[in-house]
């Protein structure tokens, strides 16, 4: 049997955030495109204008990276190499999904109001 | 590889559908950087090179039909798992895979219904 190294926090926040996604996901792939509005740069810009959008784009932002790298991480250690090898690969996932969570920041909080 | 040896020893759906969610998890959160990466680029451009970049991404319509069953599996046998984790229902994981089933087959033909037009068009 293999050794479980992926702990409690791991897979609580994991079902947590995958929770607020079946939400998240279900507007972002439901409801906007049934709202009939043709994707361009100013209906964007226009919907972010909005602090409640802006916030669920943020919202979303952050649940879907630590979802998706969260996940990364505990298939990578389900079949991992060495401890130390471990160690490198999460720091590693950790900070590429900090980078885009901080990039999608920078990028959306300059419409709110714009 | 561990997952495959796996699938061949454990023939049950059940094995099938932890290695689907598996593989449909790990390609959606590659799909992610290069989502995140290409929108902000487009956000950042500004008017014209949003429309240009959305434009030219729009040519990959039946890709997006393959991202939303992927989305829509993952996140209905999630909530599967979900349930069976804290409400203690693993005598219904059979029946509540079915209903995953069911309901991604839903948001497949959703997915047809919105892109196949623009695909056409």
Redesign the interface.
């Known amino acids: 049997m293999r050794v479980e190294k992926v702990g409690f926090w791991s897979w609580f926040l994991q079902r947590i955030t995958g929770l607020y996604l079946v939400f998240g996901m279900m507007v972002h792939l439901v409801v906007l495109p049934l709202s009939g509005k043709e994707i361009t740069f100013k209906s964007v810009s226009q919907r972010l204008s909005n602090i409640w959008w802006l916030i669920f784009d943020i919202s979303l932002l952050a649940t879907c990276i630590y979802h998706g790298f969260n996940g990364i991480r505990s298939v990578i250690l389900d079949y991992s190499p060495s401890p130390t090898a471990d160690k490198f690969i999460e720091i590693g996932i950790a900070l590429i999904g900090f980078l885009l969570f901080f990039y999608g920041i920078f990028v959306l909080v300059p419409f709110y109001n714009k | 590889?561990?997952?495959l040896k796996d699938l061949k020893l454990n023939r049950h759906l059940g094995q099938w559908a932890f290695t689907l969610q598996?593989i449909t998890?790990?390609l959606?959160?590659i799909y992610?950087?290069p989502h995140?990466?290409l929108n902000?680029a487009?956000?950042?451009g500004?008017?014209k090179y949003?429309?240009d970049i959305?434009a030219r991404v729009q040519k990959f319509h039946i890709l997006e039909i393959a991202i939303?069953v992927g989305?829509a599996f993952h996140?209905f046998n999630?909530?599967r798992?979900?349930l069976i984790?804290?409400f203690e229902l693993s005598r219904y994981q059979k029946r509540l895979l079915w209903g995953a089933g069911f309901f991604t087959f839903l948001?497949f033909l959703?997915a047809l219904v919105?892109y196949i037009p623009k695909i056409l068009g």
Do not use: E, K, Q
Request: cysteine-free; charged content about 10%; aromatic content about 12%.
């Open positions: 590889m561990g997952w598996r998890g790990v959606l959160a992610l950087i995140i990466l902000s487009a956000l950042i500004g008017d949003y429309n959305t939303v989305v996140l999630g909530l798992i979900i984790d804290f948001m959703y919105v």
